[in-house]
C-alpha cells in the first residue's frame, strides 16, 4: 500500500487567503467597506502571543483593519465584558475575538455570551452555535469550518460517508460533527468516556482528531484509505536527547502520524495542516460578518 496523501495546510490556507485579500479589495471598491478584526488577549500565555500576533499580521496582509487589545493578567471581569461591548458598538469592527483560554479568575462564558453574536467570528456565542445546529446560517468556529474545507477538497463528495470525531469541546468537536453532518455524514461523537475508542476507529471512513493527548491515535486504528484530520497542537519534548533536555520542544498532534499514514487516503500534517486553516477562516469569517452587517 502506497503511503497516504498529505493535505497541505499551506496550500489550502493560501487559496483561502487569497480568496479573502480579493474580497477585501472589492468590498473597499465598490462599497467603501473596509473589515475589521479585533482580538482581545489578556495576560501574557506565551501561545496565545504568538497567535493573537499572527493574526494581526494576516489581517493586515489581507487589507483588514486589525486591532489587538493587549490586557493585564489582572483585568477585571467588569472590565473586559466592558471593552467587548465598547467593541460591539465600534463601526469599525466588524468581528471581535477573545483569545482563549481566559486567566482562571475570568468567566469565559460570560465574555463570550457579551459579544454581539453578529461580531461573533470566533462562532462561540450561544446563538450561532443554536444557528448551526439548526443548519442556519451561522458564523461558525474556524478550525471545523477549515477541516471541512480540506475535508471536501480531497474528498469531494462527502455523502454517507462514516465520520467519527473524537472530541466534544463548543470550539471544535462538536461544530465539526454539525458540519459534517450538515454534509450527510453518517456522525459518531468520541470522548474521554467512550468504549472502545480504537474499535471506532477502524469504522471511519473521515476520522477527525480533536483531543488534545499527543499521538494517541495509532497507525493500526485508522481504517485503511480513510482520510484523517490532526486537529491536535501538543507540545513534546524534543527528539534529541540533548535538546530535549535544555527544555526544547516539538509540536506533534493526536495522532501518530508516521504510522497512519502508512494506512490512511490522506492525512493532514501535524505542523502545516488544520492550524494554518483555522486562521485563514477567522479572515474569512470577519469578511462574512462584515457583509452581513452592512447588509451585502
Ligand atoms: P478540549 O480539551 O476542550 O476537548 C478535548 C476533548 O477530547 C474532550 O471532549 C475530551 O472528552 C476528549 N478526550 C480527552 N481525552 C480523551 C481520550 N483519552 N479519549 C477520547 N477522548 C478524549 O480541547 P479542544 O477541543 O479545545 O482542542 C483539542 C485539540 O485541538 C488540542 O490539542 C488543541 O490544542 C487543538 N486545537 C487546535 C486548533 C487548530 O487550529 N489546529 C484550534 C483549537 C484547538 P471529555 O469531553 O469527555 O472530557
Redesign the pocket.
Known amino acids: 500500500m502506497t503511503d497516504a496523501r498529505i493535505i497541505d495546510g499551506k496550500v489550502y490556507s493560501q487559496n483561502v487567503r487569497d480568496s479573502v485579500a480579493a474580497e477585501v479589495a472589492e468590498l473597499k471598491a465598490k462599497h467603501g467597506l473596509t473589515p475589521g478584526l479585533a482580538v482581545v488577549l489578556v495576560g501574557e500565555d506565551a501561545a496565545s502571543q504568538i497567535y493573537v500576533r499572527n493574526k494581526g499580521k494576516q489581517t493586515e496582509e489581507c487589507g483588514m483593519l486589525s486591532v489587538t487589545r493587549r490586557l493585564p493578567a489582572d483585568t477585571a471581569q467588569g472590565d473586559l465584558v466592558a471593552i467587548v461591548k465598547a467593541l460591539n458598538a465600534d463601526p469599525a469592527i466588524h468581528g471581535i475575538l477573545v483569545q482563549l483560554p481566559l486567566p482562571d479568575h475570568l468567566d469565559s462564558n460570560e465574555v463570550i455570551a457579551a459579544i454581539d453574536p453578529a461580531k461573533d467570528v470566533d462562532g462561540l456565542h450561544v446563538v450561532n452555535a443554536g444557528l448551526l445546529a439548526n443548519g442556519q446560517p451561522a458564523l461558525t468556529p474556524c478550525?471545523p469550518l477549515g477541516s471541512m474545507i480540506m475535508l471536501k477538497e480531497t474528498l469531494g463528495d462527502l455523502r454517507g460517508l462514516n465520520a467519527l470525531v473524537?472530541?466534544?469541546?463548543n470550539?471544535?468537536?462538536k461544530p465539526i460533527a454539525q458540519l459534517l453532518l450538515q454534509a450527510d455524514c453518517t456522525v459518531t461523537i468520541?470522548?474521554?468516556?467512550?468504549r472502545d475508542?480504537p474499535a471506532l476507529c477502524r469504522q471511519a471512513d473521515i476520522l477527525v482528531a480533536?483531543?488534545?493527548?499527543p499521538e494517541?491515535v495509532r497507525g493500526d486504528w485508522v481504517k485503511p484509505g480513510a482520510t484523517v484530520i490532526d486537529?491536535?497542537?501538543?507540545r513534546v519534548p524534543s527528539r534529541d536527547p540533548v535538546a530535549a533536555a535544555e527544555g526544547k520542544t516539538r509540536v506533534v498532534g493526536?495522532v501518530a502520524f508516521d504510522e497512519a499514514k502508512a494506512v490512511a487516503g490522506a492525512i493532514t500534517p501535524v505542523p502545516g495542516g488544520?492550524?494554518l486553516m483555522?486562521v485563514a477562516c477567522l479572515l474569512q469569517n470577519t469578511v462574512t460578518a462584515a457583509k452581513r452587517q452592512a447588509g451585502l
Open positions: 478550525t473524537i472530541g466534544r469541546s470550539l471544535v468537536g468520541a470522548h474521554s468516556r467512550s475508542l480533536a483531543v488534545g493527548r494517541m486537529v491536535g497542537i501538543n493526536d488544520v492550524g483555522t
